[in-house]
């Protein structure tokens, strides 16, 4: 029984490793562009969650297309994340050290284009999560307010310039940091279609997140991959738990050497952010 264990847990472990991970964060990426299009026709950023639910009332199958939208962009970031921890895994990036550090960048640059997603919802989430957003902008020194002018300045603006950003500037920084990646792999549609299946299964199913103002709660949490920077912001210092934390595995990625134990010891470290990300994650999860 053991000997049989061991057998499928290795050919579960080699599915894992040798999985084209990158391929289905593509196809992730090309529902997420169509459905997007479709809803910024619909979308109003001056009446952002007024906007949004009156898509899901009024535009046919609105609701289909916003859950479509949600789901595709979280299953990007999620395969993109396996896709980065195999190649790290297999150490098969093997290219020039300004194409891995463009690559790299590609990470923050989705991060932050999910980010601005819930932004621009408008509901309790939304407005939480630019509330923090604005805050660590201003706790960077020097160019904290100009910054923030450029990014957020909710309170002027309102989600103006956090809607440019999102359906033209990250969009924009993306496709530059993995342009030259995509031209040289390409993902076909009819080789992922049971991941196309269930991601249309599960925006016809499960209803994206919305909710109004959550009255008499003292706490309210933002997107999952935002909770562990929340809960060091209870903290700790808002520039360390805002703008130092979150850098370091951006720099050990880009700073990754190829081969030998300064490469193992960056990985260890990597590991170790992991970790103690989740734990503050799971901490930040206890108060809702």
Same mark, same amino acid.
């Given at each position: 029984?053991?000997?049989?264990?061991?057998?499928?847990?290795?050919?579960?472990?080699?599915?894992?490793?040798?999985?084209?991970?990158?391929?289905?964060?593509?196809?992730?990426?090309?529902?997420?562009?169509? #459905?997007?299009?479709?809803?910024?026709?619909?979308?109003?950023?001056?009446?952002?969650?007024?906007?949004?639910?009156?898509?899901?009332?009024?535009?046919?199958?609105?609701?289909?297309?916003?859950?479509?939208?949600?789901?595709?962009?979280?299953?990007?970031?999620?395969?993109?994340?396996?896709?980065? #921890?195999?190649?790290?895994?297999?150490? #098969?990036?093997?290219?020039?050290?300004?194409?891995?550090?463009?690559?790299?960048?590609?990470?923050?640059?989705?991060?932050?284009?999910?980010?601005?997603?819930?932004?621009?919802?408008?509901?309790?989430?939304?407005?939480?999560?630019?509330?923090?957003?604005?805050?660590?902008?201003?706790?960077?020194?020097?160019?904290?307010?100009?910054?923030?002018?450029?990014?957020?300045?909710?309170?002027?603006?309102?989600?103006?310039?956090?809607?440019?950003?999102?359906?033209?500037?990250?969009?924009?920084?993306?496709?530059?940091?993995?342009?030259?990646?995509?031209?040289?792999?390409?993902?076909?549609?009819?080789?992922?279609?049971?991941?196309?299946?269930?991601?249309?299964?599960?925006?016809?199913?499960?209803?994206?997140?919305?909710?109004?103002?959550?009255?008499?709660?003292?706490?309210?949490?933002?997107?999952?991959?935002?909770?562990?920077?929340?809960?060091?912001?209870?903290?700790?210092?808002?520039?360390?738990?805002?703008?130092?934390?979150?850098?370091?595995?951006?720099?050990?990625?880009?700073?990754?050497?190829?081969?030998?134990?300064?490469?193992?010891? #960056?990985?260890?470290?990597?590991?170790?952010?992991?970790?103690?990300?989740?734990?503050?994650?799971?901490?930040?999860?206890?108060?809702?």
């Amino acid at each position: 029984m053991f000997e049989v264990m061991c057998a499928y847990s290795q050919r579960l472990v080699a599915l894992l490793r040798d999985h084209r991970w990158g391929g289905t964060a593509l196809i992730s990426l090309y529902l997420s562009i169509v #459905s997007g299009i479709v809803l910024a026709l619909h979308y109003d950023f001056k009446e952002a969650f007024y906007s949004l639910t009156t898509i899901e009332l009024i535009v046919p199958y609105g609701a289909f297309w916003r859950s479509l939208h949600y789901y595709s962009s979280q299953l990007f970031l999620l395969l993109s994340l396996l896709h980065l #921890s195999t190649v790290l895994w297999k150490k #098969s990036a093997d290219m020039k050290r300004s194409a891995w550090v463009r690559l790299c960048l590609s990470l923050p640059a989705a991060i932050l284009l999910l980010f601005t997603g819930y932004v621009l919802r408008g509901d309790a989430t939304g407005e939480a999560a630019g509330m923090i957003a604005e805050r660590i902008c201003l706790s960077i020194p020097l160019i904290g307010d100009a910054l923030n002018a450029l990014l957020f300045d909710l309170g002027a603006s309102g989600v103006r310039k956090v809607y440019v950003h999102h359906v033209i500037g990250l969009v924009v920084l993306g496709g530059i940091t993995v342009w030259p990646h995509l031209r040289k792999y390409r993902a076909a549609m009819h080789n992922h279609l049971l991941l196309i299946l269930i991601t249309l299964a599960l925006a016809a199913i499960l209803h994206a997140p919305i909710e109004a103002g959550r009255f008499g709660l003292l706490f309210i949490a933002g997107p999952w991959f935002f909770l562990g920077l929340q809960e060091l912001l209870r903290t700790l210092p808002t520039f360390v738990a805002g703008v130092l934390i979150p850098l370091m595995p951006v720099v050990l990625l880009c700073a990754l050497p190829r081969h030998g134990r300064q490469r193992n010891l #960056s990985l260890l470290l990597l590991i170790l952010w992991l970790f103690a990300y989740g734990w503050f994650s799971w901490l930040c999860l206890q108060r809702i």
